[in-house]
């Protein structure tokens, strides 16, 4: 199993980045992907999940109405779409892989139950 992320960059505030998780070894339709981030001198914050038994999806708080997540499971690829960016939204990015079935509305931004991660790409929001 393996995860690449990418599509990181710097963009000013108010930009919009998309980033990239490619799975390899495995197939999207059985697993289950989430993005995380972490900050410099905070806590790795769950920021999006989206579950391949149905396509549901979850968002942090901070993140609902600016970004959304998305899938091609034919090209095996979960997508990061972020839009008006904010200073806060500095961090790296990462993708990890959870069994579906431990995926619901109070588990899919508890990190201790992603299996694989990749290894990261750094957004950058700043004037």
């Known amino acids: 199993v393996q995860l690449q992320a990418s599509g990181g960059g710097l963009v000013q505030p108010g930009g919009s980045l998309r980033l990239s998780c490619a799975a390899s070894?495995?197939?999207?339709?059985?697993?289950?992907i989430g993005w995380f981030r972490q900050a410099p001198g905070k806590e790795r914050e769950g920021v999006s999940c989206?579950?391949?038994?149905?396509?549901?999806?979850y968002y942090a708080d901070s993140v609902k109405g600016r970004f959304t997540i998305s899938r091609d499971i034919a090209q095996d690829t979960v997508y990061l779409q972020m839009n008006a960016l904010k200073p806060e939204d500095t961090a790296v990015y990462y993708c990890?892989?959870?069994?579906?079935?431990?995926?619901?509305?109070?588990?899919?931004?508890?990190?201790?139950?992603?299996?694989?991660w990749g290894q990261g790409t750094q957004v950058t929001v700043s004037s």
């Open positions: 070894g495995f197939s999207l339709d059985r697993y289950s």
């Open positions: 990890a892989t959870v069994p579906t079935n431990l995926v619901g509305r109070a588990s899919w931004s508890l990190g201790s139950v992603y299996d694989d």
């Open positions: 989206i579950r391949s038994s149905d396509g549901t999806t």
